[in-house]
């Protein structure tokens, strides 16, 4: 569980960071927040990799959530647009994380069942 959480840490900051540069664009006072919020997701990642979740895994879902979230955000934020393409496109980052997850799981009760 506490890697799981130290992951949506890593994710939360490093959208915050993302979203915060297009804020920065208007109000160089946030480039602290971009600065402060990269640090924290690559710290927050590492601390992932510690509590033993796979790089493939944990860089995965962070990567494909991160694009998720800043996506929609960022239409809901500064109006970006959002089109049926880009939901689909969407739609399948989301699916190829759930793959990963899937093999990743597979593979974990495969590796214990030879060990048993």
């Known amino acids: 569980m506490k890697k799981w959480l130290l992951l949506i840490a890593a994710i939360v ?3 915050t ?5 297009r804020a920065a664009l208007d109000h160089p006072a946030w480039y602290v927040v971009v ?3 990269y640090v924290a997701a690559f710290t927050a990642l590492s601390f992932v ?6 790089l493939g895994v944990a860089y995965g879902i962070w990567g494909a959530t991160g694009v998720v979230l800043t ?3 960022a239409t809901l934020l500064f109006g970006d647009p959002l089109t049926a393409t880009m939901g689909l496109g969407i739609a399948l980052v989301i699916g190829g994380v759930l793959c990963v997850e ?4 597979a593979a974990a009760t495969r ?5 048993a």
Do not use: N, P
């Open 102 to 105: 899937l093999g990743s799981q």
């Open 17 to 21: 960071a993302t979203l915060s540069l």
């Open 35 to 37: 600065a402060v919020g």
């Open 49 to 54: 990799l510690r509590a033993g979740m796979g």
């Open 71 to 73: 996506a929609i955000l």
């Open 111 to 115: 590796e214990s069942g030879d060990t």
């Open 13 to 15: 900051t490093e959208v």
